[in-house]
């Protein structure tokens, strides 16, 4: 399976696009495909529809295109998405949560941006990582972190709570240093979560 990732590298794009759902990645696979659809539309069902320059050079286009898309691919290959040892991302959650209920936003920063690059795909980690964003008054960061969340299937045992945290935001009386914190259920041992809350 390992080997098979490297083939994505044959269309510009799709390493992105495939292994981490980036809308670049779709954007650039998009746009090879038209531009390759048309040089062979040009070339073999409609030769006479351009001239014989600007079909080589529709054709050398698509080819530096093709060349330099995977050769940066190549450079910055995305690592697989792989699934972190349970106990190893709730260590670094509860320790994000822990710094947070210190207001150490920075602490809880730094330990849920390293729980991200481990899971990024970990919902109450990034409602959490929005949460700081807001408090530290970066607005504009956790709208895009809290829509791109609600647009993800992670995000949907979150609703609520993403609801919650927009409406802190576009709420223009909201003080950050005055509010109540948010409260979140926390993970048992086993990593579930529990019927305990605790405020995040």
Do not use: C, N
Not at 103 to 115: I, K, P, V, Y
């Amino acid at each position: 399976m390992h080997a098979l990732r490297y083939l994505t590298l044959v269309w510009p794009g799709l390493p992105w696009l495939w292994l981490r759902g980036s809308l670049s990645g779709l954007v650039l696979a998009l746009a090879f495909a038209v531009s390759l659809d048309v040089a062979i539309l040009t070339t073999f069902m409609w030769p006479g529809l351009v001239e014989r320059e600007l079909t080589l050079g529709l054709w050398t286009a698509v080819a530096a295109l093709w060349l330099v898309a995977v050769v940066s691919a190549a450079a910055a290959f995305p690592p697989a998405i792989t699934v972190p040892r349970r106990d190893e991302a709730d260590a670094l959650f509860v320790k994000a949560r822990d710094a947070y209920l210190a207001r150490d936003w920075m602490q809880a920063e730094g330990r849920l941006r390293d729980l991200l690059a481990i899971a990024p795909t970990d919902g109450e980690a990034q409602l959490l990582h929005a949460a700081v964003l807001r408090r530290t008054g970066r607005t504009a960061e956790a709208r895009k972190a809290l829509d791109k969340l609600a647009r993800s299937d992670s995000g949907a045992p979150w609703r609520h709570e993403i609801a919650a945290e927009l409406g802190r935001l576009a709420d223009p009386a909201h003080s950050p240093a005055g509010e109540e914190p948010v409260v979140l259920p926390l993970r048992d041992e086993s990593g579930r979560q529990g019927s305990k809350s605790a405020a995040a």
